[in-house]
């Protein structure tokens, strides 16, 4: 296969290399007539100039840049269902994806838009009060937020609905008669970074709890791994027995060693226990038991999030976009939420 050169390009345009140069770096002004000569050229020879200069010239990287957390506290399984549904919708838009780490915080964000590598970006595991929103709200490509902070400073933001689903999942137990939740929460490392989420959907947990007259507790740091799940369960089953007793888990990772907790001490979850996990229906539907959940479905909030990049790179007339777009969550029933009770049956009359 030949590979054309700027210098085939102004041959076949009947201009000079410089020119073409010009029209790629836009360094200098040239004739509309003599920019559509030159990028007519560098069609017919499909000659392809770095990003940079394409991006200079007014012509689209078709690049997306990425932000995703690769820190020691970032869930790295949970982040691929994110970054999978967004390479796989850029590819099918005819767009490539481009991974910068967020360790490099605004200067990651400044490079990206600074040497015209990209066309948009989208910025994952937003906190509540982020430095990189401000820097992002400045650059001159569209950015998504995945993830809602304090003051998006006039950015689109799209996540899940953490407070419906709190919500949600405590009325599903006011409906089955529970009378005690307790709230396991998350690690450390998660309520440190101060992402959004996390007061989102404990709030919402403890408001719906007071609400219904449940009592709410909460138990945090929970961190990951069965150690801390069995001393979480311990403590648990020691002070709370009393009554319908719920756990209710927004740490995905969290959930199974605590179903393993409970299991081994002869505590059957959905008998003598309820458990309500915040995850994905695959991880719901693999557990051991399998468990009721609230939908925690990372490709959903992918796909609106190019949705919304996609149109602002090519808005349509009168359309209009939410700023912040919270994807719905969904309570499926599984095995391990105790029964409604039934109402004590009357003595039979004599």
């Keep these: 296969m030949v590979a054309f050169t700027s210098k085939d390009v102004a041959r076949v345009a009947g201009v000079s290399q410089s020119t073409v140069s010009y029209v790629m770096t836009g360094k200098r002004p040239i004739s509309k007539t003599t920019r559509e000569r030159v990028l007519a050229a560098m069609e017919q020879l499909t000659y392809e100039p ?16 990425l ?23 850029a590819r099918s838009n005819d767009h490539e994806v481009l991974l910068v780490t967020a360790d490099e ?11 015209a590598l990209c066309d948009a970006i989208i910025v994952m595991d937003v906190q509540a009060r982020d430095e990189r929103v401000p820097v992002a709200a400045s650059l001159p490509v569209p950015v998504v937020l995945v993830g809602v902070p304090d003051d998006p400073a006039g950015l689109h933001c799209v996540d899940v609905d953490f407070a419906q689903a709190a919500t949600m999942a405590v009325d599903e137990l006011a409906a089955t008669g529970h009378d005690h939740v307790v709230i396991v929460g998350y690690p450390a490392a998660t309520s440190d970074r101060q992402l959004n989420f996390v007061h ?12 219904h007259g449940i009592r709410s507790d909460v138990l945090a740091p929970v961190e990951p791994g069965r150690v801390a799940a069995a001393e979480a369960v311990d403590a648990i089953l020691g002070r709370h027995m009393k009554g319908r007793l719920a756990l209710l888990v927004p740490h995905t990772a969290a959930i199974q060693p605590l179903l ?13 226990v309820s458990l309500i996990g915040l995850s994905t229906d695959a991880d719901a539907e693999d557990a051991e038991p399998p468990y009721t959940n609230v939908s925690l479905e990372p490709r959903d909030v992918s796909r ?13 007339a009168g359309a209009q976009l939410r700023q912040i777009y919270l994807v719905s969550p969904r309570l499926t029933r599984r095995h391990t939420v105790m029964a409604t009770p039934q109402p004590a049956a009357e003595p039979a009359r004599r």
Excluded: N, Q
């Design 50 to 65: 770095h990003a940079g200069a394409r991006a200079l010239a007014g012509r689209r990287t078709r690049v997306i840049g």
């Design 67 to 89: 932000v995703v957390p690769f820190g020691t506290a970032s869930d790295k399984i949970g982040l691929l269902p994110f970054i999978e549904t967004i390479a796989s919708t």
């Design 105 to 115: 915080g605004s200067a990651g964000l400044r490079r990206l838009a600074g040497r």
């Design 200 to 211: 989102r959907f404990l709030d919402a947990a403890l408001e719906a709890c007071a609400r």
């Design 260 to 272: 393993h907790a409970l299991t081994v001490r002869g505590v059957v979850p959905g008998r003598d």
């Design 304 to 316: 609106r999030a190019m949705t919304t990049l996609f149109s602002l790179l090519d808005p349509a």
